[in-house]
């Protein structure tokens, strides 16, 4: 038995490599060969940046413009950001090997572009001009000129060093639900440890008189690293990740926020001041707007680093999100969230990208193979998705209500929402540690307070005619839904989401693979099935269907986009399906019911009964 569940598993990586085939799961800093670097520094290249100093007026991110020259110019030539700005041969671990000589480079850069991006002249002239935007990441910047291509770079030139004004400054803010519904988490990112600074939040409601809350210090190290390139080139200082807990909220409330660091020279330090508004009251009848996708990634507004359409999908989706911000109450990203796949500058870089929504509103992840896959680490899937990260970034850089943070899962209240959020990346099956939490998790709401009933997990665990899964006949995550069914079936969930597969579908309302409701638009009634949406187009390349179309699929869509939901009242649901490019709603359906449509006994879903009287 134990080795047919090893053939399944296996079967299971095989197709899951296959679905990220033509660059899907590689980071674009892994096609640089940097510890191959040879050193060619020659008199006839040379690279200058400006300004110097950035950030003099507060701002954590800015535009730099870079002079080059290159007397012998090709095709292949490129230019790599590096931070922080030294490197020597004295940082890298030592070779055992007697033929092989010490790299002259051991850490990858941050980004990169390629030198003919400057104009169409630099192979004739040599001379070229890029602009790159940097963003504030506690450490100081060189710029490199490389020729040799990716594979086998050459060194010909090094520019000044630049830096912002501030490097540790407190940034990228992070709001998410606490463990109690009154209360809201800060994180943010800094410099700042504690034997140099005293991290807080000063908070309040709009107007009134500001408190202060301390804030608790995490980082990570090399050795926290499971495996390569996350413990090696990809390696680079997180910095410090602080956590500050705002209880007592009043409900539906306005409040102002700012970061503080409190310097043993009596001095302080501040960050810009934000705001949210508080959860409501669970129960409370008012306006609720969820927003749901996965698999966004992170992508660069100067266009470095592009590959496989990460840049529309991914910034589309943010900048859609950033334009309705005003109509957005919380945010669920279900896992495969930076792609930084063992590089770990690139967290800091998506904590950027995605500030301006996750400083207005809680910004809940899950955890996805990207983040945690990794042999022999404990991961229900034996792959090296993450790059050797191990769960470990995601963990700390994020706050997210789980009893332990390195079993991503947890439930979380907002007003007529209960969620449940699972961890597809342990086991989910019946018997284990999750399958007793989601259980768990669906029992615990009380429908007459909280009528809508949501679960999610990164892997599609319910139904989704992706091209892979249709290969292997199962339309879903192999072992998926099978013990799973019966738990939505008996607590009424009312809509299930998945990422993983980087499309958009939603299901009928469905029960051991049969539509138990004929309707397409609008559903009232009896909660006899639950509907399963896939919503994995948040910004990574994108999956094909599958050539068959089942009869549970109601609607298919090949783009990257996302999900919102609008609970009006106790009573009615609104389902939107968004394109990231535009905004426009392409999906829609709306739930209409009353408490007893809850209650009311279905197939597999009725509680026991008796005569007595």
Request: glycine content about 8%; charged content about 20%; overall charge negative.
């Amino acid at each position: 038995m134990k080795m047919f569940w090893v053939f399944v598993l296996l079967v299971a990586n095989l197709n899951l490599g296959l679905a990220h085939i033509n660059g899907a799961g590689d980071q674009p800093l892994a096609k640089i060969n940097i510890l191959k670097t040879t050193l060619a520094l020659h008199d006839s290249a040379n690279i200058k940046a400006q300004p110097v100093l950035l950030g003099l007026k507060g701002e954590d991110t800015q535009w730099i413009t870079l002079n080059f020259m290159n007397r012998n110019p090709s095709l292949d030539d490129w230019i790599g950001v590096f931070s922080p700005a030294k490197f020597n041969p004295s940082t890298c671990p030592p070779v055992n090997d007697p033929k092989e000589q010490l790299p002259y480079i051991c850490s990858a850069p941050i980004k990169y572009k390629y030198a003919n991006e400057s104009s169409s002249g630099y192979t004739k002239t040599g001379f070229g001009s890029l602009r790159f935007q940097l963003i504030n990441q506690r450490a100081d910047f060189s710029f490199v000129l490389f020729s040799g291509g990716l594979s086998s770079p050459i060194l010909v030139a090094i520019s000044n060093v630049i830096s912002f004004a501030n490097p540790k400054a407190p940034l990228y803010p992070r709001l998410a639900q606490g463990k109690s519904w009154n209360e809201m988490t800060v994180t943010w990112t800094s410099g700042y440890n504690i034997d140099e600074a005293v991290p807080f939040v000063e908070w309040g409601r709009k107007g009134d008189l500001q408190l202060r809350s301390p804030a608790g210090t995490l980082t990570f190290k090399q050795n926290s690293m499971c495996g390569s390139p996350a413990r090696t080139v990809g390696w680079r200082d997180p910095g410090f990740i602080h956590t500050s807990f705002l209880k007592n909220l009043w409900p539906n409330f306005v409040y102002t926020y700012r970061m503080g660091h409190l310097l043993y020279n009596g001095s302080f330090v501040w960050s810009k001041t934000y705001s949210f508004k508080s959860s409501p009251f669970p129960g409370q009848d008012s306006l609720q707007r969820v927003i749901i996708f996965g698999d966004m990634g992170k992508a660069e507004r100067d266009g470095s680093n592009e590959y496989s359409d990460y840049q529309p999908g991914s910034l589309n989706t943010t900048d859609q999100l950033i334009r309705d911000l005003s109509n957005i109450d919380i945010l669920f990203h279900i896992g495969d969230i930076t792609y930084s796949n063992g590089y770990l500058s690139q967290w800091d870089q998506f904590t950027a990208q995605v500030e301006p929504i996750a400083s207005t509103v809680p910004y809940m992840i899950a955890s996805g193979n990207h983040e945690r896959d990794w042999p022999n680490s404990g991961s229900f899937y034996d792959t090296m998705d993450s790059g050797g990260e191990c769960g470990v970034p995601a963990e700390t850089m994020f706050y997210f209500p789980a009893e332990n943070r390195a079993k991503f899962w947890y439930s979380t209240d907002y007003g007529l929402f209960h969620f449940c959020i699972a961890d597809s990346e342990h086991d989910w099956r019946e018997g284990s540690e999750q399958y007793r939490f989601i259980e768990q998790c669906l029992a615990s709401v009380d429908r007459h307070r909280q009528p809508w009933l949501i679960f999610a997990a990164h892997r599609v665990l319910g139904y989704s005619s992706d091209y892979w899964y249709g290969q292997e006949g199962s339309f879903e995550e192999p072992m998926g839904r099978e013990s799973l069914q019966k738990l939505w079936q008996k607590y009424k969930v009312d809509i299930a989401f998945y990422g993983h597969v980087h499309n958009y579908e939603r299901t009928c309302p469905i029960y051991q693979n049969q539509c138990v409701n004929n309707e397409r638009n609008h559903y009232s009634g009896v909660v006899n099935g639950t509907i399963h949406v896939v919503v994995g187009g948040g910004g990574s390349h994108l999956s094909t269907f599958s050539e068959v179309i089942p009869s549970w699929s109601l609607y298919r869509d090949y783009d990257w986009g996302f999900v919102k939901l609008t609970a009006f009242n106790h009573s009615y649901l609104l389902f939107e399906y968004k394109k990231s490019r535009d905004g426009k709603v392409y999906d829609s359906f709306t739930i209409s019911r009353d408490y007893r449509d809850v209650l009311a006994c279905v197939h597999d879903g009725c509680e026991a009964t008796t005569l007595a009287s």
